[in-house]
């Protein structure tokens, strides 16, 4: 399954990604870190050196992470979204028949709550059980919390 982000969500990885490789290349912060370090002696007791390789191996594994995410990357902005169905990239507004609220959410990917407000991951179950359905539809969605019954009032692109 592709791993579905905003262009914007795609350039703050890519970004950070660079930041990454400019700590730890050659001549990078990282590697005058380590060999300041290693000019303190006995390198078997060295704190300042086991320090600086703990942080090298986590900004490693960080680095494999993004590199994972943007290889596997579907950008949503990419994708031609109808707004005659929820999916992925809509903004659905909802009303829970439940407690006689509004609701309006984006669906998007994973990551997209820290860079946009009231956003659900697509994989979550709210999503899941709004997929496919139009403007009028009621539904009935098994979410962590119990049954949530929704009318679908209105559905448009998300960054709407």
Known sequence: MPHYMTRK?????NDRLLQLKKITGQ?????????RASEFGDLSE???????IERQETIGREMQNILQRL?????????EIS???VMI??????FDLDTEKELSYRLLGSEESKLFGNTI??????????LGKEVGDDTEIHVPSGVRSFEILKIEHYDS
């Open 121 to 130: 991951s697509v994989g979550s179950a709210l999503a899941r059980g709004l």
């Open 83 to 85: 707004t005659d169905v």
């Open 46 to 52: 060295n704190a300042e050196r086991d320090a600086a």
């Open 9 to 13: 969500t795609w350039q703050h990885l």
């Open 27 to 35: 001549g990078g912060e990282l590697a005058a870190e380590i060999g």
């Open 71 to 79: 290889s596997g990357a579907e950008i949503i902005d990419d994708i």
């Open 89 to 94: 990239g809509t903004k659905v507004t909802l």
